[in-house]
């Protein structure tokens, strides 16, 4: 088998998901860690529309390993620092990613980066990486601009916006731009595709496991549809023609093995897929909830962009959640956790613990200043994951983000609507539930 093969197709029957979960609990040799273990509707709806107040109060009654009981499953949480470090860098390798609820996302992005694990994953890693190198970011910034000034351009005074909608198609044709070349006249129907497909994942549970048509899970099928139309269009016209640029998509096509095995197309397109989804959402979530607090602490706007930013991913981390299964069993904060068990962390609830972060549900970007930044515990922050398998578009995010950020605040301030109520949803990022109306106002 050539190293460039990927795994096989995951199974998405809920059944066969909920089948296995049960499999993996009763095999537990260990007892599960203290927490709420029966069986609460409740709870699980609550965990759906509310989750960081879940954990933030399971945290607060057992500590930063406990376990709560999701419909079917106990699912095990780690949480604060230490749990982060453990999970992500220290003994990452005891965590499956493919067999968690990671997996949630292949229907929609297939086996991207996201839903694989070992030599595969290694490997597709290692052919994206020079796509994501300081010298390839920096032949970016000139794609970044042209499209962040050109999405400007119909701005003025008094303009009422939807700040998540308008972001949300921006970085969609930033990534389909800058990262696989691909035209742009299909932008917005592409940011209504992906709306469309990630509204399923913040369904409820049980809404999720129906089937059928005008379903949700019918609903991301036919987005995913023509998303697929658009990748597969490209793949086939790079493919025929020769086509080839400084763009992801070019290293995919022409990616090689030792023994000359390639990529399959339908693996370029789930790393494709997974890259436009991790490329454009991540910075419309950032941008939409670091001018919602602007709005409300306008006085914050003078502060150095690059503590405004950390500050953003730390009261709303986009990828909230790090799904995995436990491989063998492991002690953890004293506490001794099973093998075979749904394991995840939060960089959401670890980035608002009382006791490692002072008030924090505050906006203070001054946490982030250098003197206090070295008082941050490891592992304390975590928007991008970390160690082998931090986020790989980082660096690109945060120069879109940062431009973004900056060419809006040269010539305006954005006020949210009076009586807007922030709602979030998790969606698998999370995001402001009812969009974020705003307007335009000259600085």
């Known amino acids: ?79 604060g620092p230490e749990a982060n470090h453990h999970m992500l860098v220290s003994h990452a390798k005891n965590f499956s990613y493919r067999d968690g609820y990671m997996a949630d996302l292949f229907p929609l992005l297939g086996d991207g980066l996201l839903t694989i694990d070992g030599e595969f994953h290694r490997r597709s890693r290692k052919i994206m990486l020079p796509a994501f190198h300081k010298e390839q970011i920096a032949a970016s910034i000139d794609v970044i601009h042209d499209e962040v000034d050109r999405a400007l351009e119909p701005w003025h005074a008094g303009r009422h916006l939807d700040l998540y909608e308008w972001t949300r198609e921006l970085a969609l044709r930033i990534a389909m731009r800058a990262l696989f070349g691909l035209r742009n006249e299909h932008a917005p129907q592409a940011a209504h595709d992906f709306e469309q497909a990630l509204a399923f994942y913040a369904k409820d549970y049980l809404v999720q496991a129906l089937r059928g048509p005008r ?146 549900e505050r906006f203070d970007p001054q946490r982030f200043a250098p003197a206090r930044r070295e008082a941050i515990p490891k592992g304390a922050y975590v928007p991008f994951g970390g160690g082998s398998r931090t986020c790989i578009g980082m660096r690109f995010a945060q120069a879109e983000v940062d431009i973004i950020a900056r060419r809006i605040l040269e010539r305006w301030r954005l006020d949210v609507d009076s009586g807007y109520k922030l709602k979030i949803r998790q969606m698998p990022t999370i995001s402001p539930k009812h969009g974020m109306p705003m307007t335009v106002r000259a600085a």
């Open 215 to 360: 379903t949700p899970w019918a609903r991301m099928q036919e987005a995913r549809v023509r998303l697929d139309a658009l990748i597969y269009a490209e793949i086939e016209r790079r493919r025929a023609t020769g086509a080839r640029g400084d763009d992801l998509l070019s290293l995919l096509l022409d990616a090689q093995d030792e023994d000359g095995g390639t990529l399959s197309r339908a693996h370029i397109r789930d790393e494709v897929m997974t890259l436009l989804f991790a490329g454009h959402d991540t910075t419309t979530s950032t941008i939409t909830f670091l001018f919602y607090e602007l709005s409300r602490r306008p006085e914050q706007a003078t502060q150095p962009m690059e503590l405004l930013l950390d500050e953003t991913l730390r009261i709303y981390p986009p990828a909230w959640i790090g799904p995995r299964r436990s491989i063998e069993p492991f002690d953890l904060c004293g506490v001794r956790v099973p093998g075979g068990a749904a394991v995840n962390y939060s960089s959401w609830a670890s980035h608002h613990l009382p006791d490692v972060w002072e008030d924090p």
């Open 1 to 79: 088998m050539s190293s460039l093969t990927g795994p096989q197709p995951l199974k998405t029957s809920p059944i066969t998901r909920i089948a296995e979960d049960l499999r993996y609990e009763r095999r537990a040799t260990v007892p599960f860690p203290p927490g709420e273990t029966r069986f609460s509707m409740k709870r699980t709806q609550r965990f759906g529309t509310d989750p960081l107040a879940v954990l933030l109060e399971a945290y607060a009654r057992y500590g930063p390993v406990f376990t709560l009981r999701i419909l079917h499953g106990n699912v095990i949480f780690l949480l």
